[in-house]
Structure formats: structure tokens, C-alpha cells
DNA sequence: CAGTATCCGGCGAGATACTG
DNA sequence: CAGTATCTCGCCGGATACTG
């Protein structure tokens, strides 16, 4: 993996940003784990997503389908039936982000314990100033 | 590369998200770039990063040294001076988010038409309701 | 079922002024 | 130089109500 991207941060790093702020927001990166298992309907996107609500699931897709992420596909039934999947490009992201999600599995206690440290020193100073 | 962290997305999925949230922000991840090539001064990194103002450097860089990426090195000296530096942990989360830059940069072009074409056909639509 | 429309509160972040 | 302290505004996103 060579991080050649990187030394060079301009001006590829700002575009690079706008890929960050659709997978980055809030919602994003789950719709896409839970694409990656199989097409699904929206109502069970919604079930299995927790504490998402109707807009915002709606706001999320219409985002994805609009980079290319993943395809919506609407069946003209009564009652309506639409179908989300990833798109062969939304599988490559899949594959890129999963490399963060581990290293975030990897680190998430290291992290835990540097914040309590940072928190606890931060504390002690707090003490010493009021004494 | 296995993605398996991605198929059973509970509930190691929402721990995920605090990482996302750190590097995902507007700027942490440029200023962890800038930090990959080698140690740097606060304005150093200031006069670098286009567009960021002098508190959300501050406050990048806290949650940054809160959480272990970046240490934070200050020299008793008239001016002050204050490096800033990767940890370990640091430099292995910049490499794992390269491959998300990468996979940014290769698929700029693809969104960008993905894009255009979504925004032409909703306007088409739209002319369509106004006929 | 799969949305849209509307209202609204909180907070992320810019601008500005001040300091050890 | 390397910050902190406020004030302020925009907009993200939750809640709710309505619809083909």
C-alpha cells in the first residue's frame, strides 16, 4: 500500500475530501455494509439501520444513487416496491473503506485509553489550578 | 484485504463511526498528511492547510492528541514554540486511510459523471412536470 | 410501502478580539 | 508564536404530518 497520495496533499487531498464527506457523514458508511450483504428493500434498510429516521435514510440513498454508489430500482406495483443495491463501483468503496473500519477495530482500545489518559491529566491540571 | 468487519456490521459498526467522526472531519485528515512528512511547528501547518482558521487548527489538533494520533511538544521559549508530530498509531491510521484516498482519486472522474448525469436527468424531469 | 413537506433546535465552525 | 474567549450564523438532522 504506498500512501504516495498523501506526500502530495494538493490539490488531490481536497477533492479527496468530498469522497469523505459521503462516506463520512453520519449514515453512509452503514447503508453501504448493509448493501454489501445483498440487494434490500427500504423499509429494511431502516429496520436493521438503528435510530436512522425515514428522511434521513431517504437524504443518504439519494446521495449514494447520485455519486454512482448504488441503484435504486423502483417496480411500478401496488403497494410500491423500490430495491437498493451497490453498484460495482460501491463494492470497490466497500473493499477501500473496510481497510479504515478495521484499523478502527484494531485501535478502538488504544484510542479508549489514550482518551482517558488525555482526560485524566487534563483533570489533574484542572485541580492544581484551583488549589 | 477481507471485509468480514463489514458483514456483521453490529455492533462494531457504530464504534466504527467515533473513527470516522475523528478522521472524517474537515480537517484531521490533512493535517495528519502534513504531519506524515515529517514533524511541524502550529503555523507551519496553519500557513499549509488552504481555508483553516487559527481555532479549528486548535481544535483539530486536540482531538487529534486526545485520541493518540498526534503528540504535542511544547518548548518553554520566548516565542513560544510547539511541535506537532504522528505517533505510531498515527502513521499506521495514515496509511489506512490512504487506501480510501486512492480509491478517491481513481474514482474522481466516475463520480463526477455519475453526478452530472443524475443532475441532468432530475432536470429533465422537472421540464417535463412544467410542460 | 416508500416516500415528500415542513418546522425547528443544537452545534459545528467562521470572524473577531484578546493574551502568556 | 501559539494559542484562548466570545459571539454569531448556517445548516444538519430529528420529529411530525401528509401522500401516490
Same mark, same amino acid.
Request: aromatic share 6%; charged share 30%.
Given at each position: 500500500?504506498?500512501?504516495?497520495?498523501?506526500?502530495?496533499?494538493?490539490?488531490?487531498m481536497?477533492?479527496?475530501?468530498?469522497?469523505?464527506?459521503?462516506?463520512?457523514d453520519?449514515?453512509?458508511?452503514?447503508?453501504?455494509?448493509?448493501?454489501?450483504?445483498?440487494?434490500?428493500?427500504?423499509?429494511?434498510?431502516?429496520?436493521?439501520? /438503528?435510530?436512522? $429516521?425515514?428522511?434521513? +435514510?431517504?437524504?443518504?440513498l439519494?446521495?449514494? =444513487?447520485? &455519486?454512482?454508489?448504488?441503484?435504486?430500482?423502483?417496480?411500478?406495483?401496488?403497494?410500491p416496491?423500490?430495491?437498493?443495491?451497490?453498484?460495482?463501483?460501491g463494492?470497490?468503496?466497500? /473493499?477501500?473503506? $473496510?481497510?479504515?473500519? +478495521?484499523?478502527?477495530?484494531t485501535?478502538?482500545? =488504544?484510542? &479508549?485509553?489514550?482518551?482517558?489518559?488525555?482526560?485524566?491529566?487534563?483533570?489533574?491540571?484542572?485541580?492544581?489550578?484551583?488549589?
Amino acid at each position: 500500500m504506498e500512501p504516495s497520495a498523501f506526500r502530495e496533499h494538493h490539490p488531490s487531498m481536497c477533492r479527496a475530501r468530498e469522497i469523505l464527506d459521503r462516506v463520512g457523514d453520519k449514515w453512509s458508511l452503514q447503508v453501504i455494509a448493509l448493501l454489501g450483504e445483498r440487494t434490500k428493500r427500504f423499509t429494511e434498510l431502516k429496520r436493521e439501520i /438503528d435510530g436512522i $429516521s425515514q428522511r434521513m +435514510l431517504t437524504v443518504t440513498l439519494r446521495g449514494l =444513487e447520485r &455519486d454512482g454508489i448504488v441503484t435504486r430500482t423502483v417496480y411500478p406495483v401496488m403497494p410500491p416496491r423500490v430495491d437498493y443495491s451497490l453498484t460495482p463501483m460501491g463494492a470497490t468503496l466497500m /473493499d477501500a473503506a $473496510s481497510t479504515l473500519v +478495521l484499523w478502527a477495530e484494531t485501535h478502538l482500545d =488504544e484510542i &479508549d485509553a489514550a482518551r482517558a489518559d488525555y482526560d485524566a491529566r487534563a483533570a489533574e491540571i484542572e485541580t492544581l489550578k484551583t488549589s
